[in-house]
């Protein structure tokens, strides 16, 4: 009987535990709700004080201009750090250069594109209620910013609110056409706050112009100069480029669908060396033009479907294009060529002759066999041969031209890749540019993958 009463005790304790604990459970996630709800509040509030503002104050003063610039650009190491893990480039408009440490962050495919993404993927409540309430404000926030239009010489397109993408000098916004509001492009939107700006960009426009009617180069629809609307300054320029838009985005983006999504990796070999084969057609076009793109990576090659659904791929982002053979006669054009690079090219992708130029040395079309190397790596394994997924950019084993096939052939996906495969990559990311291979065997050598 005893015995009854003291079993009964117990199991009473452990169940008024239970009763106590899920208690403690459920006030914690009211106060959370709470929690949210009021910042919620606030932060609509503070949106409709700021709209009161702008509504009773019609002409902003160029210092607070000014000031919001510089909040903005505050704020933007971070946000660029995230939009860099896609664009893989990572430079700030304000200096104007590519930064390694942020690169190394940047092309770490596997990591998320997205703070939202990445707290939505965490599935912890935090992170949901994080990504809510940053939904909410973005939508606030696009209420609260005004439409712009955009007059080119042929058309004229209205933007929207908020750009889709940021590269390392630009943000990128859906542009449509006012006559027709199917037609959309991308519209790349530069700042050039000093003269060295303005020249890079307009080269840029230059090349475009060089290079026009390739089916593997990205063209370009209509471009703008005009004094900086972004910039209150009398010498800022806006640099605006109107390109088709791409919606399959770039390889990078398929890299990181791919590394996020259970679904079959989207790169098996015959796909990847496709489109690997006409990013190359692309590059030798620009060769035969005596160019060298120096900045070939996945970021900026773009998909476009074609009238067949096909996807094809076309080399963009022409900003740091140079001469194809450039010859080092002293200390000082290396360092003006390294100091060009460190400003322009991606670290993980930048060839080592171009990371450490030589004076003496002849630097020619080899950069980019490096580069697209490097790329046909990241399409099949998912990452940057020469990024560890937690230290980031290994330079020394860029320079040593230290890279590692899975000995299976095998992704982590479970995709296999042939030997063959994996010799062409290596030929390709030899350190000694005499001993790479040329473009010419590489497009050979693709070709003979594809039987
Ligand atoms: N035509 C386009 N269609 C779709 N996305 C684009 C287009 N052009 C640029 N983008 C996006 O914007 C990003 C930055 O553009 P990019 O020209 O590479 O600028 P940056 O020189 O700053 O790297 C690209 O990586 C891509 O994600
Ligand atoms: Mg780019």
């Known amino acids: 009987m005893e015995e009854r009463h003291k079993e009964q005790a117990k199991s009473e304790k452990v169940e008024h535990k239970k009763r106590k604990a899920e208690r403690r459970r459920h006030r914690a996630e009211s106060k959370q709700h709470e929690a949210t709800f009021a910042a919620e509040q606030e932060q609509r509030k503070q949106y409709e004080e700021a709209e009161e503002d702008v509504r009773h104050r019609p002409t902003q003063s160029s210092s607070q201009q000014q000031h919001q610039q510089q909040q903005q650009q505050q704020r933007r190491p971070e946000e660029r750090q995230r939009q860099d893990s896609r664009e893989g480039g990572n430079n700030s408009n304000s200096n104007h250069s590519r930064n390694e440490n942020e690169s190394s962050s940047s092309s770490s495919s596997s990591s998320s594109s997205s703070s939202s993404s990445s707290s939505s993927r965490s599935g912890s409540i935090f992170g949901m209620l994080k990504s809510g309430l940053q939904n909410a404000a973005s939508v606030i926030r696009s209420t609260v910013r005004r439409e712009v239009t955009i007059e080119f010489d042929t058309r004229t397109v209205v933007l929207d609110a908020e750009p889709f993408a940021e590269g390392g000098f630009c943000t990128v916004y859906l542009a449509r056409d006012v006559n027709n509001c199917e037609e959309q492009y991308a519209l790349k939107w530069m700042v050039a706050q000093e003269k060295s700006h303005l020249k890079d960009f307009m080269w840029e426009i230059d090349v475009h112009r060089r290079l026009a009617g390739h089916p593997h180069i990205m063209g370009l629809c209509d471009h703008l100069v005009r004094p900086s609307e972004k910039i209150d300054s009398r010498i800022a320029k806006d640099v605006l480029l109107l390109y088709p838009l791409s919606r399959g985005g770039s390889l990078f983006d398929g890299i990181e669908r791919g590394v996020t999504r259970s679904s079959r990796w989207p790169f098996p070999e015959e796909v990847a060396v496709r489109l690997f084969l006409e990013a190359c057609e692309g590059v030798r076009y620009m060769h035969k033009k005596g160019l060298a793109h120096r900045d070939i990576k996945p970021h900026n090659i773009l998909l476009f479907k074609d009238v067949d659904g096909i996807e094809r791929a076309l080399v963009m982002d022409l900003g740091s294009t140079g001469a194809l053979k450039v010859e080092l006669k002293d200390r000082r054009a290396a360092m003006e060529l390294q100091?060009?690079?460190?400003?322009?090219?991606?670290?993980?992708?930048?060839?080592?002759?171009?990371?450490?130029?030589?004076?003496?040395?002849?630097?020619?079309?080899?950069?980019?066999?490096?580069?697209?190397?490097?790329?046909?790596?990241?399409?099949?394994?998912?990452?940057?041969?020469?990024?560890?997924p937690k230290r980031g950019f290994e330079k020394l084993a860029l320079l040593n031209g230290n890279v590692e096939f899975p000995e299976d052939g095998r992704n982590q996906y479970g995709e296999k890749y042939s030997k063959g495969f994996q010799h062409l990559i290596a030929a390709m990311l030899r350190t000694d540019p005499a001993k790479r291979v040329k473009l010419s065997k590489v497009i050979k050598g693709a070709k003979a993958l594809l039987g």
């Open 339 to 388: 100091d060009e690079c460190n400003s322009k090219c991606s670290p993980p992708y930048r060839a080592p002759e171009l990371h450490d130029p030589n004076p003496g040395c002849l630097i020619d079309g080899r950069v980019d066999v490096f580069s697209l190397g490097a790329t046909l790596y990241a399409l099949a394994y998912g990452y940057n041969p020469f990024e560890h």
